[in-house]
């Protein structure tokens, strides 16, 4: 008999659900262990969703002392570096909850230990197995556009802000920068390939999170609701990143990618007070050319799919254990993400624009 994959999840909230349940459905995946750090939590939850023969802990360290290939990390954000190091050095392949880290130290040093441990380090952005944003990125790189000088995204919610652990600065690192926007910068720059980030000039607010007509958690509102930047990225391109948790506004704008020879605009699927935000939802594309002063507009037929995006991003985790292949989603590219958004942070404080330096890894 094949032999199976064998998997631990660490932190046993939200997120973990839809973990536990699409490894559920692989016949060649065992859950072996949960572990959550409020007592009685994993137990609960390995209960609760009929994991049979699953083993709960207290300690994600009590885990990782079992014979387990890999681990889901769906900790909030600031658990992420402890237990992903942890489970990296203990010879365990780690599948991340985004965003990768609070901070970009953090982050460095969790791709670095993946690195030395020759263990892969995966982040979980389940958008990226939406087939419409591989139509957009495969647009990108034909060359269709020519040279692509300008990018505009990001995620508008008109209302939607989360409180508890994504308001504390300290335990979520950012707000709805590190919540949503890391979605909308994975779209942009994995479409462009991801080039490297030289500076970047930000504003960011909380007019809303901090105010208690607006939010029911308003004293302990740390962080931003709000935030805008001009990012320069290598190549002679530049990046306008926006993104809001609350505004009296339907829609920051459409993604745009504007190229020597074409554009092409992106609207997002659905409508409503939570909608804008990039999490796979796709709802136009369209492409623009102006040859010879007549102008064109050709819509590029979106797919209306049935990919289930959160069990494929845990397939890919477990094929890539299974055939010992690269991350599907590398950490030490999430790092580009993570050195914005801590490059945001940083000139938004000082309100001037600021370089964004990712050091070397192993350097
Ligand atoms: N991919 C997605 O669509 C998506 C959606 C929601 C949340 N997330 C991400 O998933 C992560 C978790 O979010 P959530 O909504 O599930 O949060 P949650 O608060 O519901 O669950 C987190 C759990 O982790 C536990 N925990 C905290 N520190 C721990 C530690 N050191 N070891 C073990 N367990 C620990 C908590 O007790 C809690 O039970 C966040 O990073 C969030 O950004 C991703």
Redesign the pocket.
């Known amino acids: 008999m094949e032999k199976k994959i064998k998997i631990g999840i660490?932190?046993?909230?939200?997120?973990?659900q839809?973990h536990a349940r699409a490894y559920m459905r692989m016949d060649d995946v065992e859950i072996v262990a949960v572990?959550?750090?409020?007592p009685g939590?994993a137990a609960e939850f390995v209960n609760r969703l009929g994991i049979t023969g699953a083993k709960a802990f207290d300690?994600?360290l009590e885990l990782l002392e079992l014979d387990v290939d890999g681990v889901s990390v769906?900790?909030?954000?600031?658990?992420?570096h402890?237990?992903s190091v942890d489970a990296l050095q203990a010879g365990k392949h780690v599948l991340v909850?985004?965003?990768l880290a609070v901070t970009l130290e953090q982050g460095v040093e969790m791709v670095e230990v993946g690195k030395k441990a020759g263990r892969i380090l995966s982040v979980?952005?389940?958008p990226r197995y939406d087939p419409n944003m591989q139509t957009v990125k495969n647009i990108v790189q034909s060359g269709e556009l020519g040279n692509v000088y300008y990018v505009q995204t990001g995620g508008g919610r008109r209302r939607g802000m989360p409180g508890?652990?994504?308001i504390n600065k300290e335990l979520?690192g950012a707000g709805a920068m590190?919540?949503i926007g890391c979605y909308s910068l994975d779209l942009a720059l994995n479409a462009l390939g991801y080039p490297k980030p030289l500076s970047v000039s930000a504003y960011t607010s909380n007019h809303f999170g901090t105010n208690p007509h607006y939010h029911a958690e308003a004293s302990k509102f740390e962080v931003e609701d709000f935030g805008v930047a001009l990012v320069r990225l290598e190549g002679g391109k530049v990046l306008n990143f926006k993104i809001s948790w609350a505004m009296h506004m339907d829609s920051l704008g459409p993604t745009l990618f504007l190229g020597t020879d074409a554009g092409l605009k992106l609207t997002p699927a659905g409508s409503g007070p939570w909608s804008g935000v990039w999490?796979g939802g796709i709802g136009s594309i369209t492409l623009f050319h102006d040859i010879q002063g007549h102008h064109t507009e050709s819509p590029i037929s979106v797919q209306q799919h049935n990919v289930d995006i959160?069990y494929e991003?845990v397939r890919a985790f477990v094929v890539a254990v299974k055939e010992g292949t690269e991350a599907p989603i590398p950490g030490e590219e999430i790092l580009i993400n993570q050195a914005i958004i801590d490059g945001i942070l940083r000139s938004s404080e000082i309100g001037k624009e600021v370089d964004i330096h990712i050091p070397k890894i192993g350097g």
């Open positions: 660490i932190g046993s909230g939200g997120i973990a839809a572990a959550d750090v409020i939590k300690s994600h769906c900790t909030p954000n600031v658990a992420h402890r237990t909850e985004k965003p979980g952005f389940q508890g652990t994504f979520a590190a919540d999490d959160f991003k």
